[in-house]
């Protein structure tokens, strides 16, 4: 019986070489193995289309059982936090996306309070991360910090307004924001660029801070950076979404049919949705690394700061401090005008005394 000759190892590598030029291709198939995560915000107005804008996105149905509410319970309605979470497949590639909705966002006739919600919820995903991170099992963590918050501009206003404003700024330090002028089909295409210029303008001179794509590598292609030169000079993006496949030119496509004609969701001539898309998708890990080393790090080194204790909404609480201060400030005026009025009036009438006695003498 003969012995099997043990099989001799090859070398995998062209010789001279070490073979760490593949270490790429294992961290390709590595995050493949495990998939992607990402969490988008979408704030807006109600009737701006934002989810046939997300259902359009992702090519998915993410609310099939939504009820819109009528004019009545608008009015009295708070804000809400909904949060879908849909595995999506593609080539191979898993992402599990999470898509943050705010319904009753700006309906209400009083809308002081109304992004204090949502505030609250990107604390509080922070704020988790940091206790599961500082956990003893950290193998599995769940990532659902904000990545990106969508901001519905309405394109029947003259650009911003002051809700828009005091919301951006309130969330500016927390989240990165990508500007988006809803139902652009709207507009005629001098308006668009016109509310563009005038949004940039305004968002400028609050001091606003949104989402700025990187600049493209030296070493990239030329039509990348083509690509990112586009991307840029479009923000804010002027959108149109559509669930609805319609026949154009022989062809199927997703849009919007109107007496003069087809607005087509993918054709970049007719608005920026796929500008848009091209830029969450071609930029999403950098959204991620944004958020992990500039937002929650600046949200952990606050926290760290003060020992690990936790402070419930405190730019919040700062507002409400300053109206009761403001209160207090009033109260205390009406109190000393009150005071100086009985002081008058007790002066008038011992003066009244004296002139009595004078004429008794």
């Not at 996105?57 to 009528?70: A, K, M, N």
């Not at 590639?93 to 319904?103: C, F, G, N, S, Y």
Request: hydrophobic share 35%.
């Amino acid at each position: 019986m003969s012995k099997q000759q043990p099989t001799q190892f090859i070398n995998p590598e062209t010789p001279g070489y070490v073979g760490f030029a593949n270490l790429p291709n294992q961290v390709h198939r590595k995050s493949v193995k495990k998939g992607f995560e990402f969490t988008l915000m979408v704030v807006g107005e109600s009737g701006l289309g934002k989810s046939t804008l997300i259902n359009s996105l992702f090519l998915t149905d993410l609310y099939p059982e939504r009820v819109i509410p009528g004019a009545a319970e608008k009015i009295e309605r708070t804000v809400q936090i909904e949060a879908s979470t849909v595995e999506i497949e593609e080539r191979g590639v898993k992402l599990r996306l999470t898509v943050v909705d705010t319904p009753g966002y700006g309906d209400a006739i009083n809308c002081r309070d109304c992004f204090k919600t949502i505030i609250s919820y990107i604390d509080e995903q922070f704020e988790r991360y940091l206790h599961d991170e500082s956990g003893l099992n950290r193998r599995h963590i769940l990532d659902n910090r904000v990545h990106c918050c969508f901001y519905f501009i309405s394109p029947f206003g003259h650009g911003l307004k002051p809700l828009d404003v005091a919301f951006m700024k309130a969330i500016h330090n927390k989240v990165n924001i990508v500007p988006v002028i809803a139902k652009a089909d709207t507009l005629t295409l001098k308006e668009r660029e016109r509310l563009k210029k005038r949004i940039l303008d305004e968002i400028e001179e609050h001091s606003i801070k949104i989402y700025h794509l990187p600049d493209a590598e030296s070493d990239e292609d030329e039509d990348f950076k083509e690509q990112t030169r586009l991307l840029k000079a479009s923000i804010p993006f002027s959108v149109v979404g559509s669930n609805q496949l319609i026949e154009a030119k022989g062809k199927k496509v997703r849009g919007r049919l109107y007496p003069w004609g087809v607005v087509e969701v993918e054709n970049p001539e007719h608005n920026d949705f796929l500008k848009l898309r091209t830029m969450l998708i071609t930029h999403m890990q950098d959204l991620q690394e944004v958020t992990q080393d500039l937002h929650y790090e600046n949200f952990r080194s606050e926290r760290l700061k003060r020992g690990g204790r936790k402070v419930e909404n405190e730019d919040m609480n700062k507002d409400q401090i300053l109206l009761e201060k403001e209160a207090e400030l009033r109260r205390m005026q009406e109190m000393i005008a009150r005071m100086q009025a009985q002081m008058q009036l007790q002066l008038q009438g011992g003066d009244g005394d004296s002139g009595v006695h004078g004429h008794h003498v």
